[in-house]
């Protein structure tokens, strides 16, 4: 079956996920451990060190969205998992598995594209369905036999079960199962890298209070923020925020040039000053970014100046752990 599938181009993905099959670390661990290996499978820069000089994803980097411990108690949910891909820089496309053709289709659609290596498939489904011991599960898929209609799950719980083939109908089937922690279907994820990957220096951290406090926060204040540039009232709203934005020192000298280079236009934004007279210097560029990544107008005041593009790059990441946060809030059917 695999030379049959090879032969027909349903293996292409296979190669740069088995170079980095991982098995989980922790019986909780099994979105964690499937995304380690889509994350190093995309070749995404974690921009910080793991071990000595490595810059590498390791379960223990995933440290965004959930705190560690809760997922080690828990687990994590389809939403909190894409949360977590974004994060760690990659769009990620979110599909819940629900009868119907349309929904096979798009679930074929998705193996071909894991298939082709153009996207990492990550399938989140209910092993019971398959005659397996235990309940919810993540998974890497590394290929798709078309003529047959079988995929093939790397399970990443090896201790387990070792890589294996099943019908694609079957697995699908597999993924209406209902998360009993959210009340929604499972489904599964696509995972693309992200064009500026990830922060370099500015980022989301997780806190004890967990990131629905800061997802429901934001939510209220939207209405505030929609359209506004009135620097004083969104930086004043905004401050309490700014706590939840850390700043890392990256490990490559072209990575620690180009943070320098996003914190000096951070400073020499007309709006620091404002700013800067609200919160403690230390905290004065992590609220300013925070206010520039909410404030499309805001934003527009930087214009051209000669380290825009590094200070473009930290605002793009930032907006997209917010809405990577955000999404937690409003878990959908399909969300980018």
């Known amino acids: 079956m695999f030379a049959e599938a090879l032969a027909q181009g349903g293996l292409d993905g296979y190669f740069p996920l088995a170079e980095q099959f991982h098995t989980q670390s922790d019986p909780a661990f099994c979105g964690l451990g499937s995304l380690v290996?889509?994350?190093?499978?995309?070749?995404?820069?974690?921009?910080?060190?793991?071990?000595?000089?490595?810059?590498?994803?390791?379960?223990?980097?995933?440290?965004?969205?959930?705190?560690?411990?809760?997922?080690?108690?828990?687990?994590?949910?389809?939403?909190?998992?894409?949360?977590?891909?974004?994060c760690n820089g990659a769009d990620v496309e979110l599909q819940r598995g629900e009868a119907g053709a349309d929904n096979?289709?798009?679930?074929?659609?998705?193996?071909?594209?894991?298939?082709s290596a153009s996207r990492v498939l990550i399938a989140a489904y209910d092993r019971s369905a398959l005659g397996q011991t235990g309940s919810g599960h993540f998974s890497p898929i590394g290929g798709y036999h078309r003529a047959r209609d079988l995929a093939l799950v790397l399970d990443v719980a090896r201790f387990k079960y070792p890589p294996h083939w099943i019908s694609a109908e079957r697995l699908w089937r597999a993924?209406?199962?209902?998360?009993?922690?959210?009340?929604?279907?499972?489904g599964w994820l696509l995972l693309s890298p992200r064009a500026h990957g990830v922060s370099l220096g500015f980022s989301l951290r997780c806190e004890r209070d967990g990131w629905q406090a800061l997802a429901s926060r934001l939510q209220t204040l939207a209405s505030d923020l929609q359209g506004t540039a009135d620097v004083e009232h969104l930086?004043?709203?905004?401050?309490?925020?700014?706590?939840?934005?850390?700043?890392?020192?990256?490990?490559?000298?072209?990575?620690?040039?180009?943070?320098?280079?996003?914190?000096?236009?951070?400073?020499?934004?007309p709006a620091y000053s404002s700013v800067a007279r609200l919160v403690s210097t230390e905290r004065a560029e992590a609220l300013l970014l925070l206010v520039c990544a909410l404030s499309e107008p805001l934003c527009a005041q930087l214009g051209p100046t000669q380290n825009g593009e590094a200070l473009a790059s930290e605002l793009e990441n930032l907006r997209a752990q917010l809405s990577a946060v955000g999404s937690l809030l409003r878990p959908s059917v399909e969300t980018r």
């Open 37 to 86: 290996v889509a994350l190093n499978a995309l070749a995404i820069d974690p921009g910080r060190l793991w071990k000595g000089p490595w810059r590498w994803f390791a379960e223990e980097l995933l440290d965004c969205c959930v705190p560690l411990e809760h997922v080690r108690t828990r687990g994590l949910s389809l939403d909190e998992l894409a949360c977590l891909a974004r």
């Open 104 to 115: 096979l289709a798009a679930f074929r659609s998705a193996l071909a594209l894991s298939a």
């Open 175 to 186: 993924t209406h199962g209902v998360d009993a922690a959210t009340g929604l279907a499972r």
């Open 235 to 269: 930086a004043q709203a905004l401050a309490p925020l700014a706590r939840y934005v850390e700043l890392r020192e990256p490990s490559a000298p072209a990575h620690r040039t180009a943070l320098a280079n996003a914190r000096a236009a951070l400073r020499a934004h």
